[in-house]
């Protein structure tokens, strides 16, 4: 399956916000902010999130986490002052030097071109996936197309919604 991350010029918010809310389909996103030791964005995701995550009551807990921006175009005037210690990576060496640090674990937000760049170099452990019930006819690829070998995932956590969300959670077999 070649899943679509939600940044699609086919699919608009309005289409997404469609889908009723309910609480206990998102209560793992709640989860991973009081799971995770750090964050972890590319450049883009960076820059729309840091505009207005900082000052969000539902962002509080990644105020004070460490964040780690993985860009080699970010500078250091670029990152924002109101949220938290942010460190710049310029390479994947320097992400899988991280990981072998004892953090504890990571979240990635967003951030398609460096998920599909983590797992093409096998430095994802587990996949949180919220799947909304829409096709998208266009938009960035959840996985890359690079030809590798195939990646075995173990579904550890799984939930159907009556809205049609579906909550997957996957550990990647070594």
């Given at each position: 399956?070649?899943?679509?991350?939600?940044?699609?010029?086919?699919?608009?918010?309005?289409?997404?916000?469609?889908?009723?809310?309910?609480?206990?389909?998102?209560?793992?996103?709640?989860?991973?902010?009081?799971?995770?030791?750090?964050?972890?964005?590319?450049?883009?995701s960076?820059?729309?999130f840091?505009?207005?995550?900082?000052?969000?009551?539902?962002?509080?807990?990644?105020k004070?986490?460490?964040?780690?921006?993985?860009?080699?175009?970010?500078?250091?005037?670029?990152?924002?002052?109101?949220?938290?210690?942010?460190?710049?990576?310029?390479?994947l060496?320097?992400?899988?030097?991280?990981?072998?640090?004892?953090?504890?674990?990571?979240?990635?937000?967003g951030?398609a071109?460096?998920?599909?760049?983590?797992?093409?170099?096998g430095?994802?452990d587990?996949?949180h996936?919220?799947?909304?019930?829409?096709l998208?006819?266009?938009?960035?690829?959840?996985?890359?197309?690079?030809d590798?070998?195939?990646?075995?995932?173990?579904?550890?956590e799984?939930?159907?919604?009556?809205?049609?969300?579906?909550?997957?959670?996957?550990?990647?077999?070594?």
């Amino acid at each position: 399956m070649a899943g679509r991350i939600a940044e699609s010029k086919s699919a608009t918010t309005d289409e997404f916000l469609d889908v009723a809310f309910l609480p206990e389909a998102f209560e793992i996103k709640g989860r991973e902010q009081k799971e995770a030791a750090a964050m972890m964005l590319g450049r883009t995701s960076y820059e729309a999130f840091s505009r207005v995550w900082p000052d969000m009551e539902d962002f509080a807990d990644y105020k004070v986490m460490p964040k780690y921006v993985v860009s080699t175009t970010l500078g250091e005037d670029d990152l924002v002052s109101n949220w938290g210690e942010t460190t710049i990576l310029r390479s994947l060496d320097e992400v899988a030097a991280l990981k072998e640090t004892e953090g504890g674990p990571i979240i990635v937000h967003g951030s398609a071109r460096l998920n599909q760049s983590l797992s093409d170099a096998g430095l994802i452990d587990r996949y949180h996936l919220l799947v909304f019930p829409l096709l998208l006819g266009a938009g960035k690829r959840l996985f890359s197309a690079t030809d590798k070998d195939t990646q075995k995932l173990k579904l550890v956590e799984h939930e159907a919604y009556a809205n049609g969300l579906q909550k997957n959670v996957f550990d990647v077999v070594r």
